[in-house]
């Protein structure tokens, strides 16, 4: 149902674009850096990128060691921003990369764990804002050639999950603390400016750099770019995403990478949207499709509240559990985004038991219920306060439960097709789970004559969600009673 309702979008898009032209005056603000596009990308990449549903994003540093907490102290903030916390000297910082030696790690296991997870793609830090570069960078001494362990860790995480099918995003932070030239503020004086100038030739050649060294990376990540120095640079921004396409092409890049003529970041003064998908969704979620507006998105989504590096201590906030990660991928998935929950491993390089288990939770639900979830959409049937309704072309329909209700009924409300001669009739009703088949009763009709079904759905024996697939067609009103053998 994506792909359908990405191509009715386009096709309205078309048509209406030129209406709204006129109407709207949707290009009423002159720019030059505005969206290179508007609407949609209908490329196999951008497709193959819409049907992930679930994805994996894993934060990955020299905050690892620290891990939340400097000399007794335990920091509350994010552990991946302990460097700008006063209790910790920066000279300590900036240090930690000497003891970096992350032992246990295993890309192998790591791609392993992700993939039994059902993640279809992995989003990983390669820099974050401390400028640790977890690459050989050849532009700066502060990466991982430079410490104990040495070894390339992007190029292992590329090669290993990508041997189980799962493709990988970089993250890139603009923000980069190391370096002399970044700064929030834009330069002032002619010696600021000079050495701004170096760090953003500094940050186009690692960009390049990214792009040459793992030529099967699809997308690139783009964080930190809300400081105005960055802002401020949107024109030359601008060229550099085109050069970067320009190398790779089907490259996706989402709304965090530049601003723009005005400094409207990830839309443009037009309200169009900047970049391939919009990356506004983070530890939080779209509520409904109109507020959309047909664009593709991402969720991203920490295990606590606001913690994306390893913080040893999880007792400080509210920990989420497998049901509501579920959930929240269910929901993403019903208003046509993706869903990518991080994983915070420690210094050593283990993944810490606690996302161990949310992950194998998580798979364990995958392996019985991702149909509902891979390569499915919106779909047009109102939502019921059990769940959430997921749809595959236009005859798949799945029906995730979350809420069981206590009369053992899951009710549907028809939609009426736009055409008035036909009407939508169930031919097949099953659970996911086994394909058992599911007994669906007539349920009447309101006052506007909208008919309803109810589904039977025995008390559920686990307190995981559980999915109903419903076959549907659209027939000629006359010849519903033909099809209705399914329905009690
Ligand atoms: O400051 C970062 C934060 O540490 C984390 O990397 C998240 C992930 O989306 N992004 C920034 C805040 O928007």
Same mark, same amino acid.
């Given at each position: 149902m994506k792909k359908i309702s990405i191509i009715v979008f386009l096709f309205c898009g078309i048509f209406l674009g030129n209406i709204q032209s006129q109407q709207v005056k949707r290009s009423s603000v002159p720019l030059?850096?505005?969206?290179? *596009?508007?609407?949609?990308r209908t490329d196999e990449a951008m497709q193959k990128w819409r049907e992930y549903g679930l994805g994996q994003f894993i934060h990955w540093g020299?905050?690892?060691?620290?891990g939340g907490h400097w000399n007794g102290e335990v920091y509350r903030?994010?552990?991946?921003?302990? *460097?700008?916390?006063?209790?910790?000297?920066r000279s300590d910082y900036d240090n930690l990369y000497k003891q970096f030696?992350?032992?246990?790690?295993d890309a192998k296991r790591w791609a392993r764990q992700a993939k039994d997870m059902g993640a279809k793609c992995l989003i990983i830090t390669t820099k974050h804002h401390d400028g640790f570069c977890l690459w050989p960078s050849k532009y700066t001494d502060y990466t991982i050639a430079n410490t104990p362990y040495k070894r390339d860790i992007i190029k292992e995480l590329v090669d290993a999950y990508n041997a189980e099918s799962i493709d990988v995003t970089l993250y890139f932070s603009i923000i980069d603390w190391n370096h002399r030239g970044y700064r929030a503020r834009p330069p002032a004086t002619d010696e600021e400016k000079a050495s701004y100038e170096e760090f953003k030739q500094f940050t186009r050649n690692q960009l390049i750099e990214l792009l040459q060294n793992y030529p099967t990376a699809t997308g690139l990540w783009f964080d930190g770019t809300w400081d105005q120095a960055w802002i401020q640079q949107a024109p030359w921004v601008h060229e550099l995403e085109r050069e970067l396409r320009a190398m790779r092409p089907g490259l996706i890049i989402g709304s965090r990478f530049r601003a723009d003529?005005?400094?409207?970041?990830?839309?443009?003064?037009?309200?169009?949207?900047?970049?391939?998908?919009?990356?506004?969704y983070e530890r939080n979620m779209p509520e409904t499709l109109e507020e959309l507006n047909g664009v593709d998105w991402d969720c991203v989504m920490t295990v606590p509240e606001n913690q994306w590096g390893y913080h040893s201590d999880w007792s400080l906030t509210y920990v989420k559990k497998p049901f509501e990660f579920i959930e929240m991928m269910v929901k993403a998935v019903s208003l046509n985004g993706n869903f990518v929950l991080n994983f915070g491993p420690d210094g050593k390089g283990n993944i810490r038991p606690e996302e161990t288990e949310i992950a194998k939770e998580i798979g364990a639900w995958m392996k019985v219920n991702s149909e509902a979830i891979y390569g499915a959409g919106n779909s047009n049937w109102e939502k019921q306060g059990w769940g959430y309704y997921t749809q595959k072309g236009d005859n798949k329909l799945y029906l995730t439960v979350l809420n069981h209700p206590l009369n053992n009924m899951v009710r549907v409300k028809v939609p009426r097709p736009a055409d008035n001669t036909k009407v939508t009739i169930v031919e097949k009703a099953y659970f996911l789970d086994g394909k058992k088949p599911a007994i669906v009763r007539n349920a009447g009709r309101d006052k506007f004559n909208n008919i309803y079904y109810d589904i039977e759905s025995p008390r559920p024996s686990s307190t995981m969600p559980y999915v109903f697939v419903l076959e549907i067609r659209e027939v000629n009103r006359d010849e519903r009673d033909n099809y209705q053998q399914a329905i009690m």
């Open positions: 030059e850096h505005g969206a290179d *596009r508007i609407g949609p020299v905050y690892a060691i620290p903030g994010a552990a991946e921003w302990i *460097r700008s916390w006063n209790r910790m000297p030696n992350p032992v246990n790690f003529d005005h400094g409207k970041r990830h839309y443009d003064s037009n309200g169009d949207l900047l970049g391939d998908y919009d990356q506004t």
